[in-house]
């Protein structure tokens, strides 16, 4: 690992100074770490990623080291601003101080890791009723991973439908063949006879079927 690293594109002074350990665990590793950013950012905008960041915040792991009152009230105001009244987001900013000297404090809180079991434990313990808006940011960022997979796939499946050669498909056609596509689960407990019975109750026809 130690020998220079012979790279045809570099001068001969710059081999000679390059390691083979050196290209691997620094070249060729910031190669890949640059790849996999660019293509995280591709994926995710950046009002997704402050989402995702915000929605930290709630985070029980490690004793709730990332509860943030701030972050959590930016995360409701600016996402969700239709779930929430004006009198409700001030009655919020009220519920996230209290519980922070409440659950935050209680040691049947303290080895929770998920958003998921932090949501269980309030409603268990009956504290979901002392706090009922901070209950209803728990389920809504709950929604976060179903809603991303699910614009994932569509993405996805919207690839392989509309190829070069289907370019000319209409929106309609397109949007019921993405349903068959994803959702091939349910689509295949169909039979052939029932689509054939639907189609025909949808409208007479001149021709039997």
């Known amino acids: 690992m130690s020998a220079s690293f012979a790279d045809l594109i570099r001068s001969r002074r ?5 390691t083979v350990e050196h290209h691997y665990r620094v070249d060729l590793f910031n ?16 009002q997704a990623t402050e989402l995702l960041v915000l929605s930290a915040a709630l985070n029980p792991n490690d004793a709730f080291k990332s509860y943030n009152v701030d972050e959590i009230y930016n995360l409701v105001e600016k996402f969700y601003p239709s779930d929430f009244s ?10 996230l101080q209290h519980y922070e000297f409440d659950v935050l404090k209680d040691v049947n809180f303290q080895m929770l890791s998920t958003v998921g079991e932090l949501c269980q ?18 389920r809504l960022v709950l929604t976060l991973p179903v809603s991303t ?5 569509a993405f ?6 509309k190829t070069r050669l289907r370019n000319k498909m209409e929106d309609d056609f397109l949007k019921d063949y993405m349903i068959v596509y994803i959702e ?4 295949e407990k169909f039979t052939s006879y ?9 409208q007479s026809r001149r021709v039997h079927i």
Not at 87 to 95: A, D, G, P, V
Not at 123 to 129: A, I, L, W
Not at 156 to 161: R, Y
């Open 194 to 202: 029932e689509i054939v019975d639907e189609f025909k109750c949808i």
């Open 156 to 161: 996805s499946a919207m690839k392989i439908i």
């Open 31 to 46: 190669a890949i770490i640059d790849y996999q950013l660019n293509e995280l950012n591709s994926r995710f905008s950046e």
């Open 14 to 18: 710059q081999m000679d100074s390059v």
């Open 184 to 187: 091939d689960e349910i689509a």
């Open 121 to 138: 434990k309030l409603v268990k313990s009956g504290k979901s009723n002392s706090y009922p808006l901070i209950d209803r940011v728990l």
């Open 149 to 153: 997979a699910t614009t994932e796939r």
């Open 86 to 95: 004006t009198q409700e987001m001030t009655q919020l900013e009220y519920e």
